[in-house]
T-cell receptor
Framework: GQQLNQSPQSMFIQEGEDVSMNCTSS?????WLWYKQDPGEGPVLLIA?????ELTSNGRLTAQFGITRKDSFLNISASIPSDVGIYFC??????????????FGKGTRLSVIA | EPEVTQTPSHQVTQMGQEVILRCVPI?????FYWYRQILGQKVEFLVS????????KSEIFDDQFSVERPDGSNFTLKIRSTKLEDSAMYFC???????????FGPGTRLTVT
């Protein structure tokens, strides 16, 4: 099946620092979604990307849909303690319709040191 | 803000028993999904459901699994005879017709002993 390679696996950063994580795939995707998961809870949607090259922001979060349609990155600026959690990328492969399943990356575990 | 809800939050069952996990998707959503996440691993697709029938299912979704929308609000996942390896978090998700943004519920932690 399709695989998403997400890196880094984990990060330890100081409060106030910027964070960058990315996902790559050997096949193209039509949609990229970024989720955050807190322990024992469900993934919460952060950003959705639909077009190659698209750059979208949500507060301190910025995500981009790669030109090749095989990658995406997520940046978090000026990290705060509540940014702690696991960040997952997820993609939908073509031809995606309303109910195309998501393929998830393995996640990036973010720890913020105050 | 509308959200996906799931019950129970935690289910403990003995191997071989049947379990039913329940979900109430967001009310104006048309597409429904079940995913699972084994502890410490990534989220994996199980099944998608639209217009009262299964749209797609993964290899994980074998004959022991079934889904149903018994009324206008609930969406259920049944595991007929649970195995130890079925222990995982099970997430329900839904999205509208007009976009592909899937919203997830808080999950049911299933523990099979």
């Amino acid at each position: 099946g399709q695989q998403l390679n997400q890196s880094p696996q984990s990060m330890f950063i100081q409060e106030g620092e910027d964070v960058s994580m990315n996902c790559t795939s050997s096949s193209i995707f039509n949609t990229w979604l970024w989720y955050k998961q807190d322990p024992g809870e469900g993934p919460v949607l952060l950003i959705a990307l639909y077009k190659a090259g698209e750059l979208t922001s949500n507060g301190r979060l910025t995500a981009q849909f790669g030109i090749t349609r095989k990658d995406s990155f997520l940046n978090i600026s000026a990290s705060i303690p509540s940014d702690v959690g696991i960040y997952f990328c997820a993609g939908q492969s073509p031809p995606n319709s309303g109910n195309t399943p998501l393929v998830f990356g393995k996640g990036t575990r973010l720890s913020v040191i105050a | 803000e509308p959200e996906v809800t799931q019950t129970p939050s935690h289910q403990v069952t003995q191997m071989g028993q049947e379990v039913i996990l329940r979900c109430v998707p967001i009310s104006n959503h048309l597409y429904f999904y079940w995913y699972r996440q084994i502890l410490g691993q990534k989220v994996e697709f199980l099944v998608s459901f639209y217009n009262n029938e299964i749209s797609e299912k993964s290899e994980i979704f074998d004959d022991q699994f079934s889904v149903e929308r018994p009324d206008g609000s609930n969406f259920t996942l049944k595991i007929r005879s649970t195995k130890l390896e079925d222990s995982a978090m099970y997430f329900c998700a839904s999205n509208r017709d007009s976009d592909y943004e899937q919203y997830f519920g808080p999950g049911t932690r299933l523990t099979v002993t």
